[in-house]
């Protein structure tokens, strides 16, 4: 073989808002529950029945982890890739371990499905309009996460053309 994958993809809601730490160095680390749900017809009785996983993420990447931390909030929907990690430790003489979807530097994503009027959407202080998308953010492999600024292309100038103010509802 090869090599290997560990990459873990999911789409689910918050089942909190988001808890932030500081490390030594002053990086964030977010961590939150992700409640991950199906719903099935149960064949024999016709009853609807569902079943929800609640998945554990920790992002390390200091722009996304501060996307997280501005942006989502309990009930918010997102798409989370990173990788399963399971740590292990000691307590009282039992071991204890804990797995979790882990953001880390490089070649996590975070996109936030939610709207801004939608459950969980939207800034948590303020709603300020610094031309932020809050409908998606994402962390690709170098780690460019936070939100990109809304720009006219390199060279235009924006109002007119040489054809005047065209004023038209062309959708194109």
């Known amino acids: 073989m090869a090599g290997t994958l560990n990459e873990v993809?999911?789409?689910?809601n918050l089942g909190r808002d988001p808890e932030v730490r500081r490390l030594g160095n002053g990086n964030p680390v977010v961590s939150f529950s992700v409640a991950c749900t199906e719903s099935w017809k149960d064949k024999q009785?016709?009853?609807?029945?569902?079943a929800t996983e609640w998945i554990n993420?920790?992002?390390?990447?200091?722009?996304?982890?501060?996307?997280?931390?501005?942006y989502l909030r309990?009930?918010?929907?997102?798409f989370i890739r990173g990788k399963f990690k399971t740590r292990k430790w000691e307590?009282?003489?039992?071991?204890?371990?804990?797995?979790?979807?882990?953001?880390?530097?490089?070649?996590?994503?975070?996109?936030?499905?939610?709207?801004r009027d939608e459950n969980g959407g939207g800034s948590r202080d303020r709603d300020d309009d610094r031309g932020y998308d809050r409908g998606?953010?994402?962390?690709?492999d170098f780690g460019s996460s936070s939100p990109m600024e809304r720009r006219p292309a390199p060279g235009f100038s924006g109002g007119g053309s040489r054809y005047g103010d065209i004023d038209d509802d062309i959708p194109f």
Do not use: P
């Open 136 to 140: 998606s953010s994402r962390g690709g």
């Open 9 to 12: 993809s999911i789409i689910g």
């Open 45 to 50: 009785t016709g009853e609807r029945k569902e």
């Open 74 to 78: 309990k009930g918010s929907k997102a």
């Open 91 to 115: 307590k009282d003489g039992q071991k204890h371990y804990s797995s979790e979807v882990v953001i880390e530097n490089f070649g996590g994503t975070l996109l936030l499905l939610s709207g």
């Open 57 to 70: 993420v920790v992002i390390y990447n200091e722009n996304i982890a501060r996307v997280a931390e501005q």
